[in-house]
């Protein structure tokens, strides 16, 4: 057996052996329920931010992002209104990607601000 076959057959064993070792990762978060817990977190949020038109704004506490902006129609996007759903049923206030999102008392209106360091 020359080098380059020996190569080959280590190459080939090594494969093998990552290929193993990724199925048994798999099976074993599959056996304790961690692929399950890491899809139900994917389903938590059915909403996406950057579909939602923010607008700047100012406040007590500094700039941060609003939707509708004052004098502003709400459009009708289920982005918005399934944010403005999870709100609801987390007091108010959630946090998500670095970022803070709150209901005002109108319970309509929704502010968002980066999260200080």
Known sequence: MNDSELSEVISDFLNAVEAAAVNAKRQIAQIKGVA???????????????????????????????????????????????????LKEHKNFLFRNGWNYWLFPDLVTVGRKLKSK
């Open 36 to 86: 399950e817990k890491e899809a139900k977190a994917e389903e938590k949020w059915s909403w996406e931010p950057k579909k939602i038109p923010w607008t700047k704004a100012e406040g007590a506490r500094g700039s941060y992002e609003r939707y509708p902006a004052e004098d502003q129609k709400i459009e009708s996007n289920p982005d918005y209104r399934a944010l403005l759903s999870d």
